[in-house]
């Protein structure tokens, strides 16, 4: 392979541009949530496209549910940044 680490730049690069872009698209959901004091829950089940699987936590009549979704969304900006600092690391 012409790369030293067994990784195509390219590829990094990508995985990099998409974490990036995760992180920037989770971070204005948790800004957004913050600011107008409710987030939109969206369900991860592909075959739930119920009136259930879309709704809104606001801060002042669902405190538990609404901040945990702030935890879980700002999470996902943490965690997807770090992927885009350290980049794709196959083998170590």
Do not use: H
């Not at 935890?71 to 770090?82: E, Q, R």
């Amino acid at each position: 392979m012409p790369w030293q680490n067994g990784m195509n730049p390219a590829l990094d690069l990508l995985y990099r541009l998409a974490a990036f872009g995760l992180s920037i698209y989770c971070v204005r959901k948790a800004w957004y949530g913050y600011v107008e004091r409710k987030i939109l829950f969206v369900s991860n089940d592909w075959w739930d496209w119920s009136r259930w699987s879309r709704q809104e936590f606001y801060r002042e009549t669902m405190p538990i549910r609404y901040w945990s979704q702030m935890v879980g969304t700002t999470s996902c900006a943490l965690i997807s940044l770090l992927g885009a600092i350290v980049g794709w690391q196959p083998g170590n």
